[in-house]
Nanobody, 123 residues
Framework: QVQLVESGGGLVQTGGSLRLSCAAS????????MGWFRQAPGKGREFVAC????????FYADPVKGRFTISRDNAKSAVYLQMNSLNSEDTAVYYC????????????????WGQGTQVTVSS
């Protein structure tokens, strides 16, 4: 069993930056690929970024490529999402996910989810 707790969300102006953190419990963190997903009001959950178990391989959704960076610290059982050049399209609840055996964009392959953290970008 893995428990995930996100933090770092908040209100930021267009063009600003935020760094989301996700702390994981349990000793199996390094066994899981990790992902970040988001859900905007009235929309479905969408893939944002994911990292392989080692962190060597990362993948990004097209809308965030070049602006967001996913990283992980297996010693601290944590994964991060650095978000730069934020715009209104990035407003959403951001979820951390774990449990996939490989880095994947498929939400259904992640067995564990955090409660989400709200990111609001104002113009």
């Amino acid at each position: 069993q893995v428990q995930l707790v996100e933090s770092g969300g908040g209100l930021v102006q267009t063009g600003g930056s935020l760094r989301l953190s996700c702390a994981a419990s349990g000793r199996t963190f390094r066994s899981y690929a990790m992902g970040w997903f988001r859900q905007a009001p009235g929309k479905g959950r969408e893939f944002v970024a994911c990292s392989s178990r080692s962190g060597d391989d990362t993948f990004y959704a097209d809308p965030v490529k070049g602006r967001f960076t996913i990283s992980r610290d297996n010693a601290k059982s944590a994964v991060y999402l650095q978000m730069n050049s934020l715009n209104s399209e990035d407003t959403a609840v951001y979820y951390c996910a774990a449990g996939a055996s490989i880095a994947t964009t498929e939400a259904r392959l992640y067995g564990y989810w955090g409660q989400g953290t709200q990111v609001t970008v104002s113009s």
